[in-house]
């Protein structure tokens, strides 16, 4: 099994075996939890060859897989009673941003993400996860609302990044996230952000600042698109593997860095082969962290907002 592999064709096994067990409990085999204990052994077994090589560009082949969790699928895992909220009360709503509130372990919380489509008639109509300076602009009027009651803010990220058009920059798109990174950094209230997929530049950094950056194991959080650096530096966008390599940003790479806080271990064959697993791992870890966070004064939580932020970037050379 080669490196250069699309992780797509490595997968295969893994996804026959889900397929099997998918099966088995929908039917009426009387031995059928026997059946899927053994096919749950098999797909560990494979998943474990297939982990050892797994390369940056495979995790971003993961984090951009077309059957992972989006943000509303967490959003209907994890609270109950959602509303979401529309549009931005300046110019529309933007659909690749989700914004509302739910009730999340017994509390009301705000919950922010980004949303890709499904088919291909959904997609267009979230514009491919890429939203527009209204939709930052939608979730700031959340978390704002969220400050005002008190609420914790929940931010899910999941973007190739802030959508690059004419009517975006006429709109104000740099601005937009500018405005956001200033105004997330004093909220009064815990933020805790969760990168589901892709984090692509300040399209994901404009929900990306909080008290806690909690990462999948297989998700990326990076300034450029390995394509986009590989066409910038090579002129090549065929070296988006090597660019992957060089860029470190995957979710192992931002802890080493002291960028994240915390990587939520998915299940063998990633996120997108077990829902429930993924959602119960995102659910403790989010829960601990938010449930540690709501007991500090704002004050201190500020501060400790502002350190966190203000050592990212430093170095020392020997």
């Known amino acids: 099994m080669a490196n250069h592999e699309d992780f797509y064709q490595m997968e295969k096994p893994i996804t026959a075996l889900r397929e099997q067990i998918d099966e088995l409990q929908t039917g009426e085999d009387p031995r059928k939890k026997e059946r899927i204990a053994v096919l749950r052994q098999e797909v560990e077994l494979e998943w474990a060859k297939i982990a050892s090589q797994l390369t940056p560009f495979h995790i971003v082949q993961i984090a951009r897989h077309p059957r992972r969790p989006y943000t509303l699928d967490y959003i209907q895992a994890l609270s109950q009673d959602f509303i979401e909220l529309h549009g931005d009360r300046r110019f529309k709503d933007d659909p690749a941003i989700v914004a509302g509130f739910g009730f999340y372990k017994g509390r009301t919380a705000a919950f922010i ?15 491919f996860g890429e939203p527009n300076p209204e939709g930052y602009r939608k979730a700031l009027r959340i978390m704002k609302l969220a400050e005002k009651f008190g609420f914790p803010v929940i931010t899910l990220i999941d973007t190739p990044g802030a959508y690059p058009g004419i009517g975006a920059e006429e709109r104000g798109q740099a601005e937009a996230i500018a405005y956001n990174l200033k105004m997330m950094a004093t909220l009064r209230v815990p933020i805790v952000n969760v990168v589901i997929g892709e984090g692509g530049s300040g399209g994901a950094l404009a929900i990306g600042v909080g008290d806690a950056v909690l990462m999948l194991e297989h998700t990326f959080y990076s300034v450029i698109s390995p394509e986009g650096c590989a066409a910038i530096l090579w002129k090549d966008s065929g070296r988006a593997a090597q660019a992957a390599q060089n860029l470190r940003f995957t979710a192992k790479d931002w802890l080493e860095f002291g960028l994240s806080d915390k990587i939520i271990p998915e299940p063998p064959g990633a996120a997108h082969q077990d829902y429930d697993t993924t959602f119960k791992n995102v659910d403790k870890v989010l829960s601990a962290y938010l449930k540690k966070l ?18 990212m970037g430093v170095f020392f050379e020997k």
């Open 294 to 311: 709501e007991q500090k004064p704002v004050d201190e939580l500020l501060e400790e907002r502002y350190q966190k932020y203000r050592k």
């Open 113 to 127: 993400g980004h949303q890709k489509g499904r088919t291909t008639k959904a997609r267009i109509e979230r514009n």
